[in-house]
C-alpha cells in the first residue's frame, strides 16, 4: 500500500494535489517505523535491524515532511514563473524573493545596519588585528570542543537511575536551536554584509550538518568520543573528495597522498590496536559504530565544502551563515521530535528520551 501511495504522489507532482498524497504518504511510513520501534528497545533484542538505523529512517521520514513539500513547491514556482505574477513589493513577494532567487541586485560592499547603526562596509583589520583574533579563535575553539567532547559524551553514556540517554535527535535539536538563538541577537546587534544567498540553499547544509550531529551522538553509543576524535583525522580524504564532487576543486597530488597515509593509519589504529581489542567488543557493535562514524565523515565533509561554496558565491559573513543554517536545523529536528512525539511524552512514565537496559559495550574515555 505504502509503494502504490508513493507512485501516486510522483505522478500527481505537477498538480496542485501533489502535497495531498506525499504528506500521507511520509506519515504512514513514519508510523510504521515507529511501531517497528517500539518493541525493539535494545540493541541485542533486533538481530536483523539494529535500533541506530531504524531511528535514521524514523528521522528521514519526518524531514521528509519539511523538504518534499519544500522542494516541489521552489521547483513549481521556479517553473512557472510565479514570482513575475503577484505585485512587486508586497509581502509575498518578498518572502519568495529571499527564500527562492536571493537579493541578486544588490552591490557586494552594501552592508545592512544592526542596532549599532553602523553603515560602513566591513573594512579588513589590520595585521595586528589578525593576530589576536586569530589567537582568540584558536582557544576559543579548543577550549569549547574540549568542553563539548566531555559534556555530550557524558550526557550519552551516564545512568540516570536505571536509565540511560537514547534520544540524539533531542540533543541536535537543543544543539540548534541554543546556537539559532545566539547568532540571532548577534546578527540584530551588528553590522552584517548585505544579505544576497536564497535562503533554501542553506538547507543543504543544514541536513547535512544535523545528520553528522546525529551520526556523532548516536556513535558514542559504540565508541568513544577518543576514538571518534581519531576518525575524525581521517576526514581529509573525504573532504577532498567532496570538494570536487561540490565545487569542482582541483588538488596538488601531494595532498592525496597525504590524505591516503592518514586514512590507512586511522583504519590500523581502530582495527588493530591491541587496547581496543581488550575492551572485548563484540562484532555488531564495532561495525555498527564504524558505519555510524562514515556517515559523519560523509556528511561533515559535505557541509564544509557546500558552506565554502555559499561564500564564494555570495559573500555573505559566517554569521549569516549560521543564521541560515540554524533555521532549517530547528524546523527539520523540531518537526521530527513532534513527529516522533518524543518531547511530549518526557511528560509521562518511561520517557523515550531515556532508555533502560545496558547499550552495546563501549568505553568510559578519560575526559
Known amino acids: 500500500g505504502v509503494s502504490l501511495l508513493m507512485e501516486e504522489a510522483v505522478v500527481s507532482t505537477q498538480s496542485t494535489g501533489m502535497i495531498r498524497w506525499l504528506l500521507p504518504t511520509l506519515l504512514l511510513l513514519v508510523e510504521s517505523v515507529q511501531a517497528d520501534l517500539a518493541p525493539h528497545e535494545t540493541f541485542e533484542s533486533h538481530s536483523f535491524f539494529p535500533e541506530w538505523l531504524l531511528s535514521l529512517i524514523q528521522n528521514l521520514c519526518t524531514y521528509g515532511l519539511v523538504i518534499v513539500p519544500g522542494a516541489l513547491a521552489i521547483r513549481w514556482i521556479k517553473q512557472?514563473?510565479?514570482?513575475e505574477?503577484?505585485?512587486?513589493?508586497?509581502?509575498?513577494?518578498?518572502?519568495?524573493l529571499s527564500c527562492v532567487y536571493g537579493k541578486q541586485d544588490i552591490a557586494s560592499d552594501d552592508v545592512e545596519k544592526g542596532i549599532d547603526g553602523v553603515s560602513t562596509s566591513v573594512t579588513e583589520p589590520k595585521t595586528a588585528g589578525q593576530v589576536k583574533k586569530l589567537i582568540l579563535c584558536v582557544v576559543g575553539l579548543q577550549c569549547s570542543y574540549l568542553m563539548w567532547g566531555y559534556l555530550q559524551e557524558k550526557i550519552m553514556i551516564t545512568k540516570y537511575g536505571d536509565l540511560q540517554f537514547k534520544d540524539s535527535q533531542f540533543l541536535v535539536f537543543m544543539n540548534r536551536i541554543l546556537a539559532l538563538a545566539m547568532v540571532s541577537g548577534y546578527v540584530t546587534v551588528f553590522t552584517q554584509p548585505a544579505h544576497k544567498t536564497p535562503l533554501y540553499k542553506y538547507s543543504f547544509s543544514s541536513f547535512s550538518n544535523i545528520m553528522s550531529s546525529w551520526c556523532q551522538y548516536e556513535a558514542?553509543?559504540?565508541?568513544?568520543?577518543?576514538t571518534q576524535v581519531i576518525c575524525k583525522a581521517s576526514k581529509t580524504m573525504a573532504v577532498i573528495i567532496m570538494g570536487k564532487v561540490v565545487s569542482a576543486k582541483k588538488f596538488p597530488a601531494y595532498e592525496y597522498v597525504c590524505a591516503a597515509l592518514i586514512f590507512v593509519g586511522v583504519s590500523v589504529f581502530l582495527l588493530w590496536n591491541p587496547q581496543e581489542a581488550e575492551k572485548n567488543y563484540t562484532a555488531e557493535t564495532t561495525f555498527s559504530g564504524l558505519i555510524i562514524l562514515l556517515g559523519y565523515i560523509i556528511f561533515d565533509s559535505f557541509t564544509s565544502n557546500w558552506q565554502g561554496e555559499l561564500y564564494t558565491t555570495y559573500k555573505m559573513s559566517s554569521y549569516q551563515c549560521m543564521l541560515g543554517t540554524n533555521i532549517f536545523s530547528s524546523l527539520f529536528t523540531g518537526v521530527s521530535l513532534l513527529m516522533e512525539e518524543a518531547v511530549v511524552s518526557t511528560q509521562s512514565t518511561g520517557p523515550p528520551l531515556l532508555q533502560s537496559g545496558p547499550l552495546p559495550k563501549q568505553p568510559r574515555s578519560g575526559l
Open 80 to 83: 512557472t514563473n510565479y514570482i
Open 85 to 96: 505574477k503577484i505585485n512587486p513589493g508586497g509581502p509575498l513577494y518578498k518572502i519568495i
Open 220 to 226: 558514542l553509543k559504540y565508541v568513544s568520543f577518543p
